[in-house]
């Protein structure tokens, strides 16, 4: 007999509801739920392709031990034995930096990983800690952190409600909204145009989002900040700064107006590709719009100027009183958020051992992760934790890291695949499927564009321990208790002290164990009274309602104002300065991809999204491809300073003359793994051609667009 149960999809950032058709154990139907508050019954390609992936018979269901360079089955006592007569000596002999930790895109979207991975990283005590972010956000946490005190305080777009969108570097409609979490971007997108309102478009390449908008600029890859700068300089010399109420908590506008001098449309126009005329309309309509808002994404983030680029997008929405207004960018107030920073931001409180870089939010660039293994010296990576994540696809320099970690003593991963990063493991530890864990979206909630809430019990039961219990056994072997800790003692132990740090009673709590207990605590601490019961009586959600202003209570910078103008941003400017009036020099510039059935690597095992043609191809526009003997269908080797790839061509004019692009994620070919689906549409890895050298200055955040390449034919 089928029975339906409602989740909320865990794949993406867009938290869509989903009704699931069972007959047992078995999902024999998905769809859209209708009566979702959010996603009023949108559904995408991954979310309607759950069940395969929680059918997926190369998931790893027992732990694994590699004996003899193979892996075989193991129960989880004797996983956690081999775990504790490895890792725990190594600390002991090493102290505890000689352990690293990486966290990977899939941790944000598992609610046991998110409340309980902080408690095995601190428990560990390394400052080798890494993660997926300094190859995606990590400069938007770094300029909303000196801008408004807290790097979760990432105000996003009222889509619902703006009457002009500026979109740089981002594709919504294939990431369907990324640091904006928005089901249906395309019906919203479709409402803007539907209500009078203006998309615009500034990508090196004509995205589907760029398809539908109302006006689309191609931009020479990395220059975001000169085109932003230069939209900054106009509204001063045109007199269209009006800041409205922000005035009486904004500090630094006359810093930002000194500093935006050099940076006139005329003098950014040859570099960024633009003409002068559209950048000074373009700053025009953008003041001029009653609701307005300016949002990018991973093209604004992973280039040299990241975090600039980032900190120059909310200036321009606090310049035109956008900022904190209905219809601009707006600050979520989530039902459990993570409540307001207890001391101001700041970063680089130590740096990396091999090449001085800073530690952002705890974690040092993944790009500098190979060289803390490899060069030897007191503090060197000898043990490696993973939790979810495929930094061997991910990350820059990629096949160096992939060297790096076979020279591991010792690594153990928390993951359901044996894939590219995996492989490396001496031990890994499953978890549950997404239908067979609780969920709710604690981080994506945080940048939602409508307040809701939605909790998801599991769907189906699972042999396996869920996650927080095997990170809890994890954290009882790294402080020495064994590797039979008492897992309920320290659930006990963290709830009780999570509990007093938000000051409520545990007691509400009464009953719960895991991540229920945190969530009620964090539910009765939030704004809305809300409990978890009113959660599970909700199916379909709690509609909290639409963005609401919230400055200045919002702020917590040292002065309890906006700092528009941080000298921790700020003196990355003169960099900027040089590259006015740098000439292309002729060299074509990669810049990267992703598709509607893609989630950066983890779902290329699915049949159903991976399949028709390969879409790991080498984009390159018709003049470019005509010059190097290129033919549609044809072979092409791309080489850079680290590395080579060779794939299929694509000849088209979505991407601008001078730029070519490959998708990432890809590259399943390597020996070991166990994703027979994936290694038939292997792709190739185009962050071999990325160089981890290459970091944005302030951030870390590795330089993934608008990397020089070499492209030229291969004959058969």
Known sequence: MTRTAHVTCPLCEATCGLKLTLDGDMVVGVRGDGHDVFSQGFVCPKGASIG?????T???????????????EADWDEAFAEIDSRLRPLIEQYGRDAVGVYSGNPAVHNLSTVLYGPMLYRAIGTKNMFSASTVDQM??????????GSPLAIPVPDLDRTQHLLVLGANPLVSNGSVMTAPDIRGRLRALKKRGGKLVVIDPRRTRTAEIADEYHSITPGTDALLLFALVHVLFAENWVRLGRLETFTDGVDD???????????NVASCTGIAADDIRRMARELAEAPRAAVYGRMGTSTQAFGTMTNWLMDVLNVLTGNLDRPGGVMFPRPAAGAGSALRPFTHGRWHSRVRGLPEVLGEFPVATMADEILISGEGQIRALVTVAGNPCLSTPDAGRLADALAQLEFMVSVDVY?????????VILPGPTPLERPHYDLALYQLAVRNVANWSPPALDTRLPQEWQTILRLVGVVEGMGPNADVS?????ASTDFARRRNVDIDVAKGRVGPERMLEIML????????LSNLEAAPHGVDLGPLTPRLPEALSTACGTIELAPVAITKDVPRLTTELGRAADGELLLIGRRHLSSNNSWMHNVPSLVRGSNRCTLQIHPHDASARGLVDGGMAEVSSTTGLIRLPVEVTSIVRPGVV????????DAPGTRTAIASTQAGVNVNLLADGTQLDAISGTAVLNGIPVHVQALTS
């Open 489 to 493: 003692a320290l659930d006990e132990a």
């Open 139 to 148: 400069p938007k946490h770094l300029s909303a952190g000196y801008m408004f």
């Open 256 to 266: 930002v107006q000194r500093l935006a001098e050099p940076f006139s449309p005329e």
């Open 58 to 72: 190369d998931r790893v269901r027992m732990p694994l031990i590699k004996r003899n360079g193979r892996f075989v």
């Open 418 to 426: 044996v894939n590219e990063t995996t492989r490396h493991a001496d």
């Open 52 to 56: 395969a992936l929680h059918h997926d």
């Open 524 to 531: 009765r601490a939030g704004p809305y009274e809300l409990t």
């Open 661 to 668: 692009s490959v998708p990432h994620g890809w590259g399943h």
